[in-house]
């Protein structure tokens, strides 16, 4: 339950394994960027296979995972898309991850 926890506790959270050089992309390139300061929980591998909202096998062991809102958006190529798509902005600011600010 303690994975619930630290979901519903923190905007923007990424379970990742130690070592994870996706994590340091998704931190460093997208998130810090937009001025996002996401929690890093690092996992067991028992405990990435039983993260909520996989989409099955296929990504049952995938790393990093991101959650923003309580809601997996998945890992490092879903939060490019959400980025490219124009709504990971929006997403960050309805969660209050970061301010609506108008330039």
Do not use: W, Y
């Amino acid at each position: 339950m303690r994975i619930l926890r630290l979901i519903s506790e923190n905007p923007v959270v990424i379970f990742t394994r130690s070592a994870c050089c996706m994590c340091h992309v998704m931190k460093r390139l997208l998130l810090s960027a937009v001025n996002v300061h996401p929690t890093v929980i690092q996992l067991e591998e028992e405990e990435i296979a039983a993260l909520p909202g996989g989409g099955g096998a296929e990504d049952a062991g995938e790393t990093p995972v991101m959650f923003i809102g309580g809601t997996r958006v998945g890992g490092l190529e879903s939060l490019v898309a959400l980025h490219l798509s124009g709504r990971l902005v929006p997403k960050l600011v309805e969660v209050g991850a970061i301010n609506n600010m108008v330039s």
